[in-house]
T-cell receptor
C-alpha cells in the first residue's frame, strides 16, 4: 500500500464549479500535512497547510481527519487558472523533516 | 534571493556516462533534498541532508551518490547512468523548524538517458 494515496483524476469541471479532492495516508505517526500545487513541467509549490481544525485560504479549504487518516481539499468557484495537479503531502520528522508525496490529482477547469 | 537553483535544466546522457546535478540555496536552510519524479509515481526521495556534513538515504538511493559540499550546495551524482534514471529531478530545501513556512523547490533538471 502506498504511504499517501490520491485519485489521479483527471477531474474536468466547468468554471465556477466546486470540486473536492481526497487523500489518505497510512503512517499514523505522520505529523504535518500539506497540499501542493504543481503546474505542467514546473516545480511543486506549497498551496496550504492542513490542520485538524480545518483552514481556509480564499476559495480553498483544507481539512484533516486524523482518526480516519484522511485529508481533503475543497476548491470553490473554480477558475481556469486552478488547472494543475494537486499533490497531497505528509511529513515525518527525525533528523530532518521528510516529505512523502502522493502521486497527485489532476484538475482541468474548462469554460 | 534566488531561492533554490539547479543546473543543468536539461541533459541527455548515454548509458554508462556519469554526471553531477548541482543544487544551491541562498536561504541559509539546514535541510536539503533530492527527489525524482516519474509519471504515475509522484515525487520520490533519493537522498537528503539534515545539515552540512551529513547525508542519508531516502526511498530510492540506488545508482546515486550525494555530496553536501557546504550549507548552500547539495549535489547528486550518477556514476553510470541507466535508462531507468530518465526522470525529472528536483532539489528542495527546508529551513525548519516551521516546515510549512520554509519549503522551496528548485525548477528541476530533466534528464534523458539513452
Amino acid at each position: 500500500r502506498k504511504e499517501v494515496e490520491q485519485d489521479p483524476g483527471p477531474f474536468n469541471v466547468p468554471e465556477g464549479a466546486t470540486v473536492a479532492f481526497n487523500c489518505t495516508y497510512s503512517n499514523s505517526a505522520s505529523q504535518s500535512f500539506f497540499w501542493y500545487r504543481q503546474d505542467c513541467r514546473k516545480e511543486p509549490k506549497l498551496l496550504m497547510s492542513v490542520y485538524s481544525s480545518g483552514n481556509e485560504d480564499g476559495r480553498f479549504t483544507a481539512q484533516l481527519n486524523r482518526a480516519s487518516q484522511y485529508i481533503s481539499l475543497l476548491i470553490r468557484d473554480s477558475k481556469l487558472s486552478d488547472s494543475a495537479t494537486y499533490l497531497c503531502v505528509v511529513t515525518s520528522t527525525g533528523t530532518a523533516s521528510k516529505l512523502t508525496f502522493g502521486t497527485g490529482t489532476r484538475l482541468q477547469v474548462t469554460l | 534571493n534566488a531561492g533554490v537553483t539547479q543546473t543543468p535544466k536539461f541533459q541527455v546522457l548515454k548509458t554508462g556516462q556519469s554526471m553531477t546535478l548541482q543544487c544551491a540555496q541562498d536561504m541559509n536552510h539546514n535541510s536539503m533534498y533530492w527527489y525524482r519524479q516519474d509519471p504515475g509515481m509522484g515525487l520520490r526521495l533519493i537522498y537528503y541532508s539534515a545539515s552540512e556534513g551529513t547525508t542519508d538515504k531516502g526511498e530510492v538511493p540506488n545508482g546515486y551518490n550525494v555530496s553536501r559540499l557546504n550549507k548552500r550546495e547539495f549535489s547528486l551524482r550518477l556514476e553510470s547512468a541507466a535508462p531507468s534514471q530518465t526522470s525529472v529531478y528536483f532539489c528542495a530545501s527546508i529551513g525548519g523548524p516551521l516546515v510549512e513556512e520554509t519549503q522551496y523547490f528548485g525548477p528541476g533538471t530533466r534528464l534523458l538517458v539513452l
